[in-house]
């Protein structure tokens, strides 16, 4: 009966566990690229209050580079808890306790301009990483556990389309006009909290996973009892038959280790396949695009308020196209337009480091340069930003699934902690042409992508994974 709908308690799960914790993720990602300039300035005046000399441009932007990317260890630290927590608590129960975290990083990061001081600063945002790091793990296992099988890839994009809109949310109210100026910016890092408290107060009336009850914790009556509130009906007989004869063929599956992810043929290309599309996705560009969005606007020679306009206008463009890439996946499939998006990457980085070296030549380049930006994103969000995330599920077998996310998620956040952190260093010693390295690297992962990367669509996990027996 209520199998393949949308139940009302259903999407007020859905709406529970994404809204809670892709606005963490997204938030946390956007908050502090448009303010840029105030907090480098609380940087520079706290660290000679403290250390009694100001700070040179080379030392500000590691002291910055190490503000922004230390999320990404945290990310990384969560990414790799998530098996623990999830087996332990559950899915449910582990984002719950998640906001703990969130709690802790608002009292830090909202106390360190009262305190004046950059390392409660620093300390907030490696809290509010581990907090990420674990939602993007949990919040993904949970949506695709509460739904059926049929509306199971819908659902579970929910969690991306969560990710940019909350970028753009912090982009927004991250405008000198709102709260990104220096009496205000302290309130950017504490408004997140109300979306811990709604999700909080509303995951309590959410039932746990009835997969994890009936494969982790064994506990058959639980199951059915979470299942039956999900679907509102008492008519679960079949599908609870379907999470049985899963959860068995589970366990009939051998064991897959590490070990054997990285020694036999068959997983060793796959793996590589997942963790390069990882790192492909983050050295691309995308950070330097959109964390120096602002600035590079600033350089191609837009004044006042107008880049930071503009960098909203990159958040809107990004959250539309992701709409757009749901369906164009089916269609176009996933390999045409990847290669579509890293071979248009290396063209427009190229134009934009041009462009940019020339900024100050003629009154109608900066414009060119935004529109460039604008190409960029759109050519981004088509594909490299969220094939990615399930072409790492698409290749692996449900034994060898577990491992393959573990390690490919926080190849993600590595990777994208590297070039958070040296992008502004690299920046200010070779300017613009900076961005000549994302040419060569998206150049690199085009011919990859070409060479090795199947198409997935409309295949079976049988029919993929077999090339590589
Ligand atoms: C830090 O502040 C001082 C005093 O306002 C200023 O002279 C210096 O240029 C600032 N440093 C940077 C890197 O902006």
Redesign the pocket.
């Known amino acids: 009966m209520g199998k393949d709908k949308f139940t009302a308690r259903l999407v007020l799960a859905i709406i529970a566990a994404a809204l809670g914790s892709g606005f963490q993720h997204g938030y946390h990602t956007g908050v502090i690229n448009v303010p840029q300039s105030v907090l480098?300035?609380w940087l520079?005046?706290t660290y000679?209050e403290s250390y009694g000399s100001?700070?040179?441009?080379s030392f500000?932007n590691v002291l910055w580079g190490v503000t922004t990317s230390i999320m990404n260890v945290g990310g990384t630290i969560g990414g790799l808890l998530c098996g623990v927590v999830s087996t332990k608590f559950g899915p449910k129960n582990g984002l719950f306790l998640n906001n703990i975290l969130v709690a802790i990083a608002t009292i830090l990061m909202g106390m360190a301009k009262p305190i004046n001081s950059i390392e409660v600063m620093i300390v907030g945002r490696l809290v509010i990483g581990v907090n990420c790091g674990l939602n993007a793990g949990l919040c993904p296992m949970y949506l695709s556990e509460i739904s059926p099988v049929s509306l199971r890839g819908a659902v579970s994009s929910v969690y991306q389309l969560v990710i940019t809109i909350s970028i753009l949310v912090a982009q927004i109210v991250g405008l000198g006009c709102i709260l990104g100026n220096d009496v205000n910016w302290p309130y950017l890092f504490i408004l997140p909290i109300f979306f811990a408290i709604f999700q909080v107060i509303t995951l309590v009336l959410c039932p746990e996973s009835p997969r994890y009850l009936l494969g982790v914790k064994h506990d058959m009556h639980k199951a059915e009892k979470s299942l039956k509130h999900l679907r509102m009906t008492d008519d679960i007989g079949e599908e609870m038959a379907e999470i049985k004869h899963a959860d068995e063929a589970e366990k009939a599956l051998p064991k897959v280790t590490f070990k054997d992810m990285v020694k036999e043929r068959s997983l060793k290309i796959p793996l590589l396949i997942a963790m390069a599309l990882m790192v492909a996705q983050q050295f691309s560009g995308i950070n330097a695009v959109i964390f120096y969005s602002t600035d590079t606007f600033v350089k191609a020679g837009l004044e006042g308020n107008n880049p930071q306009y503009a960098t909203i206008g990159i958040g809107v463009v990004n959250v539309l196209m992701t709409v757009v890439s749901v369906f164009l996946v089916e269609i176009a499939g996933r390999k045409t337009l990847l290669m579509v998006g890293f071979g248009g990457m290396a063209i427009i980085t190229l134009l934009l480091s041009i462009a940019l070296k020339f900024a100050d030549k003629d009154q109608a380049i900066p414009w060119i340069c935004i529109i460039l930006v604008f190409v960029y994103i759109i050519l981004f969000a088509a594909g490299a930003g969220s094939i990615p995330w399930f072409l790492v599920t698409e290749i692996f077998n449900q034994a060898a699934r577990p491992n393959a996310v573990s390690l490919a998620v926080p190849t993600n956040w590595i990777a994208n902690f590297i070039v958070t952190l040296t992008f502004p260093s690299i920046e200010s010693a070779i300017g613009p042409f900076v961005f000549l390295i994302f040419v060569i690297l998206n150049v690199g992962f085009f011919i990859f992508i070409m060479r090795m990367v199947p198409e997935t669509k409309n295949k079976t996990v049988e029919e993929i994974t077999a090339q590589w027996k």
């Open positions: 480098k300035d520079n005046s000679e100001y700070l040179d441009e500000l």
